[in-house]
């Protein structure tokens, strides 16, 4: 046996390894260099940026070379762009982590960060608190939006402690604040001077650019004469509803949010410019209470507008009223008609500017103060809407989230799911389904995995980062560095994770897809150092085939199986050479395979996540069958992970 294993470390370390020089350079993970963007905390300031944010350039028909960045216009200095923006928020995260912290919803056309706060005091668990949405800058020109996000997010940290109703607020609530939908667009209409872009900047099929995000929901799209079906107009909506991604996050985050069956979100604002409104559902017809409103509902929102208007003078009214015009396709139309959720469009003032858009940045502090009351009044009626109308028994007396799980599973606690987007940025979910507080960890481009590298029976982070050959494992399910690194096998190799010695450890063995073999690792590689050594190694499958690890028959040892591209799954129960002991049929060739225990019964078993639809499809069993469990969660980018995660 001894010597086996010395031939196969001697195999692996005579191709693979490198000197120890090469392994010193990198001895902590980076995580989002300041320069990109990306970065939410500071976490590691000893490492140096490994990429940066890259724009499209896009040469011929309509496209032409985007114009340098260009730095906001005189008068206009007090705006955040988006670099700005990020900074601002990350500095307000820092100083306020106990109750705000910072995550991305998903990634614009470009490939921009979404980014997102939420506020409430335990703001890293998930309370039974009612929830609130606040979404900013789906037109671009819209540039004093982006100042009432960041007011917002500063109004509600400095007065935490300070000011009675502001810390009643934050406490009692969990407000998401998503700072700027369309970051895209805003890009390019400062890098352009100010030249009134409203879309995002997703290329169309007759090479002009943009969509127009308030026409692109997914509720009555396109119904009523209310967008274009023209791409180069102002208002098209889009080959499709949430056919832009900037959208399509809000949504998929909308579905996080329901928790037990029962949507968290209760109130919704959408804020625009410009014309000092304040506008409620439906945009899509001009009948006051159609078929697909409940009239209480339309009595809630027609109070709350008006109460907010009287506060901060904007006109409160119906969103067809509005210039009697219908649109149709809208985020706040959507909200309701999709969700149930109460909903209104703010449309800030156009004081101290020409176009109506682009206020001179003096105006900035006064016009965004003047919604602190209304956003105080949205926050004090989010636990009961349906009060203002002295209707507070339709609220129940139920709690809004289910009641904790019951104790250990004696057979185990059963896996849930998660994913990385684009960004880097983690989503959990806990072993009652709930979303772990999401944290980064990686940058995009570095494949993700999860394991139980430490023996504490949680699942946490792993990747592989092809640029530099190191595998970064850490220990917790929270933002940090790595605690273990080491350099693995050749290029092109891919991770495994799995306790295939039934130590209750996971350690990180090698599939080298070159010669469709299996390298079975039992210890961690040594930190800064090389790959753990090797125990053997065999041949199974073939090129091209998905490797996995997972525990088929439950008796603790992690054995491997393969997902081929006609949809298959093949697997042994023993880690040795052989023709397959089962296999059986799940998912499509676009699905993405994620095997787990999900009903805690021991043995783990196949799943899929679909990006086409961002579900997750799971079986209880290893046997061909449609899937048992559906969970819509991630984004079309999603990379998923699987496991106990706390
Ligand atoms: O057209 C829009 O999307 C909004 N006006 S803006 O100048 N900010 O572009 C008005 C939308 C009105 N309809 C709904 N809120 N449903
Ligand atoms: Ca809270
Ligand atoms: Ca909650
Ligand atoms: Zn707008």
Redesign the pocket.
């Known amino acids: 046996m001894r010597s086996f294993v010395i031939t196969f470390l001697l195999a692996i370390g005579s191709v693979a390894i490198p000197t120890p020089s090469m392994a010193v350079q990198v001895d902590s993970l980076p995580l989002y260099p300041v320069e990109s963007g990306r970065q939410v905390i500071a976490i590691d300031n000893a490492t140096t940026p490994t990429h940066d944010t890259v724009e499209p350039l896009i040469v011929g028909g309509l496209y032409s070379r985007p114009p340098q960045p260009r730095a906001l216009p005189p008068g206009y200095e007090g705006y955040h762009d988006y670099a700005e923006m990020v900074s601002a928020i990350t500095a307000t995260a820092i100083d306020h982590a106990a109750i705000v912290s910072v995550f991305s919803i998903g990634t614009s056309y470009e490939g921009k960060a979404l980014w997102a706060a939420k506020i409430s005091d335990n703001v890293a668990a998930d309370e039974a608190e009612p929830e609130v949405v606040f979404a900013f800058g ?2 671009a020109r ?1 540039i004093l939006t982006i100042e009432q996000a960041l007011y917002t997010l500063n109004m509600l940290t400095d007065g935490y402690g300070i000011d009675s109703s502001i810390t009643a607020a934050v406490d009692n609530n969990e407000l998401w604040i998503l700072f700027n939908l369309n970051p895209d667009g805003s890009e390019y209409d400062k890098d352009n001077g100010l030249v009134l872009w ?1 879309k995002n900047r997703q290329p169309n099929a007759d090479l002009t650019v943009g969509t ?1 995000l ?2 692109n929901w997914a509720y009555q799209w396109g119904c009523c004469g ?1 967008s274009s079906a023209v791409p180069e107009d102002s ?1 098209y909506r889009g080959a499709a509803p949430f056919s832009a991604p900037e959208t399509g996050a809000v949504a998929a985050f909308f579905a996080s949010r329901v928790v037990g069956g029962e949507q968290q979100i209760k109130l919704f604002v ?1 804020w ?4 000092e ?1 304040i ?6 017809t001009k009948t006051d209470v159609p078929p697909d409103m409940d009239a209480v509902d339309r009595d809630v929102m027609v109070a709350m507008a008006t109460a907010m208007g009287a506060m901060n003078g904007y006109t409160a009214i119906q ?2 009223d ?1 210039f009697n ?1 219908i ?2 396709g ?4 959507w909200a309701y008609g999709t969700h149930g959720v109460i909903s ?2 703010f ?1 800030l003032s156009s004081a101290g500017s020409a176009s109506g ?1 682009y206020p001179s940045d003096s105006v900035i502090a006064t016009e965004t103060a003047r919604n602190h009351d209304a956003i105080l009044y949205l926050l004090d009626n989010a636990a009961c809407p349906y009060a203002v109308v002295d209707r507070s028994d339709l609220c129940g007396g139920s709690p809004p989230l289910p009641p904790p799980p019951p104790g250990p599973d004696p057979s185990g606690a059963a896996d849930t799911v998660g994913y990385v987007d684009a960004t880097g940025a983690w989503y959990l979910l806990d072993s009652a389904g709930l979303p772990i507080p999401a944290f980064f960890y990686g940058n995009p481009g570095d494949r993700a995995f999860t394991g139980d590298w430490n023996c504490d029976g949680i699942d946490t982070p792993g990747l592989h980062r092809a640029s530099d050959g190191f595998v970064y494992l850490r220990n917790s399910n929270t933002q940090g560095i790595a605690d273990v690194s080491f350099f693995f096998g050749d290029p092109g190799d891919v991770p495994l994770a799995g306790d295939f010695d039934n130590d209750g450890c996971d350690t990180v063995s090698v599939y080298r897809p070159s010669i469709a073999t299996i390298f079975i690792i039992n210890q961690l590689g040594a930190n800064g150092g090389g790959l753990g050594a090797a125990s053997h190694s065999f041949a199974f499958g073939d090129l091209g085939d998905r490797p996995f690890a997972a525990d088929f028959d439950g008796d603790g040892f992690d054995t491997v199986g393969i997902h081929r591209n006609d949809g298959f799954v093949y697997y042994r129960n023993d880690l040795l050479q052989g023709i397959a002991q089962a296999s059986f049929f799940f998912g499509n060739n676009d699905d993405i395979f994620v095997a787990g225990d999900w009903d805690g019964d021991g043995i783990e078993t196949p799943g899929v996540f679909r990006p086409q639809d961002i579900t997750f499809y799971l079986r209880n069993s290893n046997t061909q069958g449609s899937a048992d469990e559906f969970v819509q969660f991630g984004v079309s980018t999603a990379q998923p992970v699987s496991g106990s995660f706390g």
Do not use: K
């Not at 625009?272 to 014309?275: I, Q, R, V, W």
């Not at 506008?279 to 899509?284: A, I």
């Open positions: 789906q037109h819209e409203r127009d308030n026409r209310g208002t959408d625009h410019s410009y014309g409104y506008l409620y559902p439906y945009g899509y969103a067809s509005l015009q649109t149709d809208t985020s706040d139309d209104f469009t449309e858009f």
